[in-house]
């Protein structure tokens, strides 16, 4: 299980820099679901639900800026299996959560295939089956076709995504407003602190999140790994919260936390009441959103089973590259078939809720290893090194937030 195979094949092109890995890496974490989910953070955090956003945003860069040094420590695919290698020696441990990630990101595809088709289908008239298969296997052909040409296409769905945000926050704040925005900061604000309501909502926000953790996996395929994975990962991270925060505040400023925490498309609403017209573009966007987040994972598994033959003779058929492209063909093969199969085979609920137990397991080893090797010594020349503090506290939180899950699942 421990044999290197990786000494004298092909490998993967080093041919991306900040920018196309910093929106592969916001468009990961800004998916369909924040059209939804800035009103349930409402209906737990009420006015305060920005604040709720930029605390977990606070929280969930202390996991980023883990994972940002352990990117440039060690940039190889499956990021996660070879930093618990390096760290702890376990080939099991390694397989094991190299497994998980790229499990959670072919459930998490497939749920977000299955939703997005469901989006599609108020725009268009046509079998489902045929659109869930159809827009699965055009999204595998394209991670297939080549890195950049892949990553371009999501950085393409990025834009569009974040333009739709704008345009509904702009909506928001030049409408009418339902409060002073003095309520929605801690201190100013007249209104009760939520206390409990807060912790569920921070809880919620930070989901909102999970996307950073994909990146470390591009690490053999970008230029200068060491100073690009660092600066990409801690830049999406900023624009992601940055992004949450100014959301949220429209949404709340232009509906109020009671009417947007009802809503089942709250940013629709948000739109619609500041301008009067038709939200209907949102489903568009979501659209968008639903193929860059599948796209998104598929990429990000394929390379985590490609990293992970790398040492492990189970895994040496990911190893396949094509010939000119150098894309991890069989690997990409068979992520794409596995979304495709989870789509089709629902209900895939309870799956898409496991991974979020999965992935604050993932965090709590990723930052323990940090520890470990930060014991041991400084991180080599070039790669950045955060203090000793931030993977002890993001190791505390993210087992927190884990045993908090399971507590209320």
């Given at each position: 299980?421990?044999?290197?195979?990786?000494?004298?094949?092909?490998?993967?092109?080093?041919?991306?820099?900040?920018?196309?890995?910093?929106?592969?890496?916001?468009?990961?974490?800004?998916?369909?679901?924040?059209?939804?989910?800035?009103?349930?953070?409402?209906?737990?955090?009420?006015?305060?639900?920005?604040?709720?956003?930029?605390?977990?945003?606070?929280?969930?860069?202390?996991?980023?800026?883990?994972?940002?040094?352990?990117?440039?420590?060690?940039?190889?695919?499956?990021?996660?299996?070879?930093?618990?290698?390096?760290?702890?020696?376990?080939?099991?441990?390694?397989?094991?959560?190299?497994?998980?990630?790229?499990?959670?990101?072919?459930?998490?595809?497939?749920?977000?295939?299955?939703?997005?088709?469901?989006?599609?289908?108020?725009?268009?008239?046509?079998?489902?089956?045929?659109?869930?298969?159809?827009?699965?296997?055009?999204?595998?052909?394209?991670?297939?076709?080549?890195?950049?040409?892949?990553?371009?296409?999501?950085?393409?769905?990025?834009?569009?995504?974040?333009?739709?945000?704008?345009?509904?926050?702009?909506?928001?704040?030049?409408?009418?407003?339902?409060?002073?925005?003095?309520?929605?900061?801690?201190?100013?604000?007249?209104?009760?602190?939520?206390?409990?309501?807060?912790?569920?909502?921070?809880?919620?926000?930070?989901?909102?999140?999970?996307?950073?953790?994909?990146?470390?996996?591009?690490?053999?395929?970008?230029?200068?790994?060491?100073?690009?994975?660092?600066?990409?990962?801690?830049?999406?991270?900023?624009?992601?919260?940055?992004?949450?925060?100014?959301?949220?505040?429209?949404?709340?400023?232009?509906?109020?936390?009671?009417?947007?925490?009802?809503?089942?498309?709250?940013?629709a609403m948000v739109y619609e009441t500041a301008t009067g017209r038709s939200p209907a573009f949102i489903g568009a966007i979501a659209v968008a959103a639903t193929l860059n987040g599948v796209l998104a994972q598929i990429i990000?598994?394929?390379?985590?089973?490609?990293?992970?033959?790398?040492?492990?003779?189970?895994?040496?058929?990911?190893?396949?590259?094509?010939?000119?492209?150098?894309?991890?063909?069989?690997?990409?093969?068979?992520?794409?078939?596995?979304?495709?199969?989870?789509?089709?085979?629902?209900?895939?609920?309870?799956?898409?809720?496991?991974?979020?137990?999965?992935?604050?397991?993932?965090?709590?080893?990723?930052?323990?290893?940090?520890?470990?090797?930060?014991?041991?010594?400084?991180?080599?020349?070039?790669?950045?090194?955060?203090?000793?503090?931030?993977?002890?506290?993001?190791?505390?939180?993210?087992?927190?937030?884990?045993?908090?899950?399971?507590?209320?699942?």
């Amino acid at each position: 299980m421990g044999d290197d195979l990786s000494t004298t094949e092909p490998h993967l092109k080093r041919r991306l820099g900040v920018g196309l890995m910093t929106l592969y890496g916001v468009g990961v974490m800004i998916g369909a679901g924040i059209y939804v989910l800035v009103g349930v953070v409402a209906g737990q955090a009420g006015a305060y639900a920005p604040f709720a956003f930029v605390l977990a945003g606070v929280v969930a860069a202390a996991s980023a800026a883990s994972f940002a040094e352990l990117s440039a420590r060690i940039p190889e695919s499956a990021g996660e299996a070879a930093y618990m290698r390096e760290a702890f020696g376990r080939p099991w441990l390694s397989n094991g959560v190299g497994l998980a990630v790229a499990l959670v990101g072919v459930v998490s595809a497939a749920a977000v295939l299955k939703g997005g088709v469901g989006y599609l289908l108020g725009l268009v008239d046509a079998p489902r089956v045929a659109l869930e298969i159809g827009i699965g296997l055009a999204l595998g052909a394209a991670a297939a076709w080549g890195v950049v040409e892949s990553l371009a296409l999501a950085a393409l769905f990025t834009l569009i995504e974040v333009a739709g945000l704008l345009i509904v926050s702009g909506a928001g704040f030049l409408g009418d407003w339902t409060m002073p925005a003095s309520e929605l900061v801690p201190g100013l604000s007249e209104a009760a602190f939520p206390g409990l309501g807060m912790i569920a909502a921070l809880m919620l926000a930070f989901f909102a999140f999970i996307g950073f953790e994909d990146m470390v996996n591009m690490a053999e395929e970008t230029r200068e790994p060491e100073k690009t994975m660092p600066r990409a990962i801690l830049l999406a991270m900023a624009a992601t919260a940055a992004l949450y925060a100014l959301v949220s505040a429209a949404a709340v400023l232009a509906v109020g936390p009671e009417r947007l925490s009802t809503s089942e498309r709250p940013l629709a609403m948000v739109y619609e009441t500041a301008t009067g017209r038709s939200p209907a573009f949102i489903g568009a966007i979501a659209v968008a959103a639903t193929l860059n987040g599948v796209l998104a994972q598929i990429i990000m598994a394929a390379r985590v089973l490609y990293g992970l033959g790398a040492r492990s003779a189970a895994f040496a058929w990911a190893r396949a590259l094509h010939p000119i492209r150098r894309t991890p063909t069989r690997a990409t093969a068979l992520a794409t078939l596995c979304v495709v199969a989870l789509a089709l085979a629902a209900p895939i609920e309870a799956l898409a809720q496991a991974t979020s137990a999965i992935l604050l397991g993932v965090f709590t080893l990723v930052n323990s290893a940090l520890i470990e090797l930060k014991r041991r010594g400084p991180p080599p020349p070039g790669a950045p090194s955060i203090p000793f503090a931030v993977p002890v506290f993001a190791a505390v939180t993210s087992a927190g937030l884990l045993i908090a899950a399971l507590w209320s699942g």
